[in-house]
């Protein structure tokens, strides 16, 4: 079923050269997007303190969560779909292996770090940007939708990881928070 459904959402993939070139560019530079606007929150009016408590532990979370994908990649081998045949690919193939994915990862974990701060507008718009940076990764024939299932499974994890870890008021988190 992975197979079918990853095959199904590649299938338009070399069809369509504007949907390709905007695939490929969400891909490529979706999760920077992310990251700039979660430093950007930084400067937030209203709720300061709570909004970059938010942005660092979505930082943190990201970072969190990459780490804990190397350390999956040393165990789980998995061939990429293009080798396999499954998708027709549309960027240069890639060095490492398939599961989980990183792009899924960093962006799940954005919007998780968010939404365990009850940010809900925030929320909602680096979800939406997630949801295509994740759809991409399948759409140009890089990932199989449970590689972006097992990243984004990674990126929860590291978000709650955080919020238990990194608490709001904290001594650490009163003079982070007040740099600038």
Known sequence: MDATLTHWINAAAGLH?????????????????????????WWAKVDRYHVRHAALSSGL????????NQFILVFVHRM???????????????????????HATATVAIVAAFAMQALPRRTLAFAALGFVVCWSRIYI???????????????IISAVAVRLAYRENSRLDRLVTNIL
Request: proline share 6%; hydrophobic share 50%.
């Open 141 to 155: 024939g890089t990932h199989y939708l449970t590689d972006v299932i097992g990243g984004a499974a990674t990126g």
């Open 17 to 41: 050269p504007l949907l390709d070139r905007a695939m490929i560019g969400i891909s490529q530079i979706g999760v920077s997007l992310m990251v700039l606007a979660v430093v950007l929150q």
């Open 80 to 102: 990429r779909p293009y080798d396999a045949g499954v998708t027709h690919l549309l960027i240069a193939p890639s060095a490492d292996w398939s599961f989980p994915s990183d």
């Open 61 to 68: 979370a990201f970072l969190l969560g990459l780490a804990i």
